[in-house]
């Protein structure tokens, strides 16, 4: 089957590393797809929670195929988010067409998009990370129990069932944070004149038009692949939300590129070169 050609891709809040990842669906995705611009918004490893005791061959397959896409001329922005922000260090460097930034600016045929992941709104990771992370591994808890949960369901016929998104509708804060950060990601967005706002963070994809007294823009989320399984793409001058759940692509499963390639010879196709350091938000035009 034919790889789609797509501009623009965003991906974010992969969490690889973890048991909640959904490393081989995101795998199969990216070999469906062949994107001129690949903008992963923040949280694709865990490094918080990484431990050398888990970190599968599926999900080390999902970082050399971004590589392997870099070296065959996709250009990747990576935005630092709160999960891997030891990453941030990084921020204005180059690795090859691998890009490490705080924020982006893309001028998109003809209009401003602003990319960002979003924890910079959130009180308690700013305030209190290891409330934070506390809170992460009660989550992943809870996904591991779904999981086994889905696994019976499975079984005997039934639909699947999501704990924490269930959890997360229910809790009237929960609920108020997501309002919240996404009443203020469209508002700094007007304030600055941009006509798309895009971040990750909340797992909650999204796509909304957003007008006050002071302007308008379009508010876009990427959702995350450990629940939703979602991602963003642009093309023909339109922004749509890609489900994995909607799409058939058992036959990208297998990417015979990555079959024989180990990491050390991936490493030296690449041909990197560290460039220095540069501003966080970086500028460009599609």
Partial sequence: MKKRQIELVVISDVHLGTFSCHADE???????????????????????????????????????????????????????????????????????????????????????????????????????????????????????????????????????????KRIKNSVKGAVRFIQNFEYTAKELAVDKNYDYVICGHIHQPKKEMFE?????????????????????EYTFKRWKIYRYSADKLSPFFADEELKGMDIHELLAATSITVMPPKKTSKKAKI
């Avoid at 709104?121 to 992370?133: T, Y």
């Avoid at 006050?212 to 995350?224: A, R």
């Fill in 26 to 164: 995101l795998l199969a995705y990216l070999n469906s797809i062949n994107p001129k611009t690949l903008i992963l918004n923040g949280d694709i490893v865990d490094i918080w929670q990484f431990s050398k005791k888990y970190f599968p061959a599926t999900h080390l397959k999902v970082l050399r195929k971004i590589m392997g896409m870099a070296t065959n001329g996709t250009e990747v922005y990576y935005i630092v988010g709160n999960h891997d922000e030891r990453l941030r260090r990084f921020c204005g460097t180059s690795l090859g067409n691998i890009h490490f930034v705080d924020q982006l600016t893309l001028e998109l045929n003809g209009k401003k998009a602003w990319f960002f992941h979003g924890d910079v709104f959130d009180i308690s990771i700013q305030n209190a990370k290891w409330v934070a992370k506390l809170g992460r591994h009660g989550y992943s808890l809870l996904i591991l129990i779904n999981r086994s949960i889905n696994w019976i369901l499975g079984k005997i016929g039934r639909e699947k069932y999501s704990l924490s």
């Fill in 212 to 232: 006050s007294e002071q302007g308008k823009c379009t508010y876009l989320n990427s959702g995350d692949w450990v629940e939703n399984l979602t991602a963003l």
